[in-house]
Nanobody, 116 residues
């Protein structure tokens, strides 16, 4: 199993950014996937989850209405579209394969920094 995140970077408050996660080594459409983040000096925070078929999505209250999770099962890729970004969204963003709501494999993370 391999998960590789990309697309992080520096963005101004109020801006938008899309991060991606390329997956391999397993049957992509059979698994839920999650985004989890870790802000500097803080613990892990679950952000969002999407079912294998893409029809059900879930969000943490802190990002609801601003972030959108999606997936392309034909390309084995997971996305997180982030809008109206705030400085408190600054974190290392991980994608994770998820079984029964628990991540079992993680990527290496992509850094998102929201700052003026």
């Amino acid at each position: 199993v391999q998960l590789v995140e990309s697309g992080g970077g520096l963005v101004q408050p109020g801006g938008s950014l899309r991060v991606s996660c390329a997956a391999s080594g397993f049957t992509f459409s059979s698994y839920s996937l999650s985004w989890v983040r870790q802000a500097p000096g803080k613990g892990l925070e679950w952000v969002s989850r999407i079912r294998g078929d893409g029809y059900l999505t879930y969000y943490a209250d802190s990002v609801k209405g601003r972030f959108t999770i999606s997936r392309d099962n034909a390309k084995n890729t997971l996305f997180l579209q982030m809008s109206s970004l705030k400085p408190e969204d600054t974190a290392l963003y991980y994608c994770a394969r998820t079984i029964y709501y628990m991540p079992d494999y993680w990527g290496q993370g992509t850094q998102v920094t929201v700052s003026s």
